[in-house]
């Protein structure tokens, strides 16, 4: 007799893309699976960050589930810790938390031909199989212990992560350091400066810092978001807004691109110097702080304090490199020592994008193919940015070139929706195994690659030797879809199955097969 998998269905990680799956999976009648996650709760990065000034930098009527609208977001830009409770009251509502098994993480998944399932090994020593395994570990999947600072290690004071704050360490008249300036420092910096008695914020390359349309949204103005009609109707403008950008980037005539795409990034840096005019005070900072990148070179962030900061008389901007690290705090390259008490290492993330990120042996598919190996080899690639050949019934929610829509839950609403569409069909066909074929794969990634021509000009050329996490270190874009969002909502609702090869089919049913075609989602 065929060995059973212990569960129909495993789902890897709890954040905002395994509680997208895992409730589509509720709402399609299909109850038989587990949720491995390796913190304690449901929310993800919500959950490990709540470091002081945390919020979204989109609206909140685009950054929720469009099958879970929320009528209670407080402001326009939601924080941290609303939307860390916004996805618990989700998790909660769809039954999910009797799902969920808590601190397991999953070392390696190894596909057993023979049985026909996953064979997961956690770091407990134990093993969890499925027939069908929906990695959602998201984008963000740890942050960087090693700042690439000599010394750090050797500093005698405090040392604060975004993702491991300290509420317990009270900054008030302390001397401290942030370390950064991407979009948690954008947040951090201007929370505590009011505290501390001196802040020093260390750039290595300056942030475009835009102005932030957030305020307080009165009850009245929820309700109307919240609504049915006006609710639909936003979110479509944004993916409006969204699907015209994607066009006009990948869509214009290559020509016609190299042109325009230079003449952007001066008339943003002209725009945006007058902006620190405007805003900073000091000639010297608004000089440091002045990006000489192009506006979409690295993540633009939305603030209404960072810049503003640095106004006040016990923040300074410091662009001089940092040489080393010392007990008593910083030194830099010119000499410069600083004494602190504390230092924020606000230096970022290992991404899905990077090719390191996927290590050999931890995924390993049929015939002993190994993700590690091919994408440290053969560059990041996936049909549909979810499937790859040789991995059976496996698909990953955040994957190569896959950021499209206006937040993280249009993508996973997307990717989730292809991955269930295909287990529906393998299960309607009495099938064992569903694996996306080679020729659909590379005929994917051919168009993606056509597609991504214009980005990586813009990234490669116009903006050359900028260090964004963008850009991998293969030299690729694998962040973004180069590809109507329209288009990728389509091709998610209706799965092209021909792409796929079903193999072990014990059972045709016809009539099933039918109950599914007819299904909607309500």
């Given at each position: ?100 098994r808590w601190n397991t993480s999953i070392e390696r998944e190894n ?116 609504a049915p009609g006006p609710g639909h109707l936003l979110s479509l ?195 064992q195994s569903a694996e996306v074929q080679w020729g659909a794969h ?81």
């Amino acid at each position: 007799m065929a060995e059973q998998p212990q569960h129909r269905i495993v789902i890897i990680g709890a954040g905002p893309g395994g509680i997208c799956a895992a409730a589509q999976l509720v709402r399609r009648g299909i109850s038989d699976f587990l949720i491995v996650e390796r913190g304690s709760d449901f929310g993800g990065s919500w959950r490990d960050n709540h470091y002081p000034g945390l919020g979204v930098d989109v609206p909140g009527f685009t950054y929720q589930y469009s099958f879970a609208r929320n009528p209670k977001w407080s402001r326009m830009f939601p924080k941290g810790r609303e939307v860390f409770e916004y996805h618990r009251e989700v998790a909660s509502r769809f039954g999910l938390y009797q799902h969920a098994r808590w601190n397991t993480s999953i070392e390696r998944e190894n596909w057993d031909d023979s049985a026909g399932l996953w064979r997961l090994s956690t770091s407990g020593g134990e093993e969890i199989t499925a027939q069908f395994v929906i990695s959602a570990v998201g984008a963000y999947i740890t942050a960087k212990d090693d700042p690439g600072i000599p010394g750090y290690q050797e500093f005698a004071g405090t040392v604060l992560r975004p993702n491991e704050w300290d509420h317990t360490y009270d900054l008030v008249g302390k001397r401290v350091a942030v370390i950064g300036t991407g979009a948690s420092s954008v947040q951090i910096t201007p929370s505590i400066a009011p505290a501390v008695a001196t802040l020093s914020v260390f750039q290595r390359t300056p942030v475009w810092a835009l102005p932030k349309p957030d305020f307080a949204t009165p009850a009245p103005i929820r309700n109307l978001i919240a609504a049915p009609g006006p609710g639909h109707l936003l979110s479509l403008i944004a993916n409006l807004v969204v699907e015209v950008g994607l066009r006009i980037v990948y869509q214009t005539p290559r020509r016609l691109f190299r042109l325009g795409a230079p003449v952007f990034d001066r008339v943003a840096r002209t725009v945006y110097r007058g902006y620190l005019r405007a805003v900073v005070r000091d000639p010297g900072t608004r000089q440091g702080l002045m990006p000489h990148y192009g506006l979409l070179g690295k993540r633009p962030t939305l603030s209404n304090s960072f810049l503003q900061a640095f106004n006040r008389d016990n923040v300074e901007l410091v662009t001089d490199p940092i040489e080393r690290i010392v007990p008593e705090g910083i030194v830099t390259r010119d000499g410069r020592v600083f004494e602190l008490d504390a230092i924020v290492l606000a230096t970022g993330y290992h991404l899905f994008s990077d090719p390191e990120s996927y290590v050999e042996g931890a995924v390993v598919g049929r015939d002993g193919f190994d993700l590690g190996v091919f994408y440290n080899s053969e560059r990041l690639q996936a049909y549909q940015s979810v499937a790859g050949p040789q991995l059976p019934n496996r698909w990953i929610l955040v994957g190569p070139y896959s950021w499209i829509g206006t937040g993280w839950h249009e993508l996973v609403e997307i990717s989730s929706g292809h991955a269930i569409n295909v287990i529906e069909a393998t299960m309607a066909r009495g099938a064992q195994s569903a694996e996306v074929q080679w020729g659909a794969h590379n005929a994917y990634h051919a168009k993606i690659r056509r597609n991504d021509e214009n980005i990586d000009y813009y990234f490669n050329s116009v903006n050359a030797g900028l260090r964004t996490y963008y850009v991998n270190s293969a030299g690729d874009m694998p962040y973004i879809r180069p590809t109507s969002l329209f288009e990728a909502k389509e091709q998610s609702r209706n799965v092209d199955l021909s792409a796929y090869e079903f193999r072990g089919i014990d059972i045709t049913s016809t009539d099933v097969e039918q109950d599914l075609a007819d299904r909607t989602i309500a």
